[in-house]
């Protein structure tokens, strides 16, 4: 009899989080544990081919080995570039910076 292991496939939208276990083979794959977790079913917004996978929060390819009480994690793809959005928040600081108050003895009232 082959040996089997204890794995979790999680996938988490904004509000809910769907955490499912189960029993594999040894040997399976990331991408073997979350066709056989039936989650592509729950969550049919799940593009498994451009879907990126990880193990407890590191990035991994989708034919990586699991082992025993390993988390595969679906990620969702990003909203907004993460270096973009910091960029924006740093050029509105600096505008604040530059004109954003009262000038000196003005107190804004008519």
């Known amino acids: 009899m082959a040996e ?12 809910v989080q769907t955490l499912l276990g189960l029993t594999v083979p040894a ?19 799940i593009d498994l081919e451009h879907a990126k996978l990880g193990i407890f929060g590191k990035h991994v ?3 990586a080995l699991l082992r025993h009480g390993d988390r595969v994690e679906i990620y969702r793809p990003l ?6 959005v910091r960029r924006k928040r740093a050029a509105e600081g600096k505008a604040m910076k530059k004109g954003g ?10």
């Open 101 to 110: 108050g009262a000038l000196e003895g003005e107190t804004g009232r008519d």
């Open 27 to 45: 040997g399976t794959t990331a991408e073997e544990a979350v066709r056989r977790s039936g989650i592509l079913q729950k969550h049919s917004e």
């Open 79 to 84: 909203i907004a570039d993460p270096k973009e």
């Open 4 to 15: 089997e292991i204890t794995v979790e496939v999680a996938y988490a939208l904004p509000n």
């Open 61 to 63: 390819k989708h034919d």
